[in-house]
């Protein structure tokens, strides 16, 4: 982790810490055939800071500005699972993929909620879940600016 973050940063990457160590963690995974499995005492760790760090966002503010939102926010959420369970379902019978499984790999959300999720459920297929996730959030890291640029300049004019 270190070694990739290093790496990363050498390298100028955007959220080097992340991309560096996912880039290097590929290479010697895929290259050397390093396996790359957490003990369970520090997924243990990890799960309790994910838990901790998503709790301890919340204020007084956040909740309120939340409340008025509400039903734009219920909208939304009941919109993109929708939008979600149909990508799913398409790549559930398109690749003969087991629709739990796919509607993981497609979920909106964190990759690290996505990872304990799918590690808590019974037969899933962990590595193409993750491996969705990984794309989509390279995806987002690579285009986000383009199209937040995109729609700022629309918003602008």
Known sequence: ALVGGLAGRLCRLPSPSFLGTFIFGAVIHLGLGVPMQLPPWLLAVSYAMVGWSIGLNFTRPILRHATRALPQIVASIVALIAFCGG??????????????????????????????????????????????????????????????????RAVKE
């Open 87 to 152: 990508l799913a379902f398409m790549i559930s019978h398109l690749l003969d993929i087991d629709p739990l499984t796919a509607y993981l790999a497609t979920s909106p959300g964190g990759m690290d909620s996505v990872a304990i999720i799918a590690a808590a459920a019974q037969n899933v297929d962990i590595s193409f879940i993750m491996a969705l996730q990984s794309a989509r959030f390279l995806i987002v890291l690579l285009v986000g600016p383009s199209i937040a640029r995109l729609v700022a």
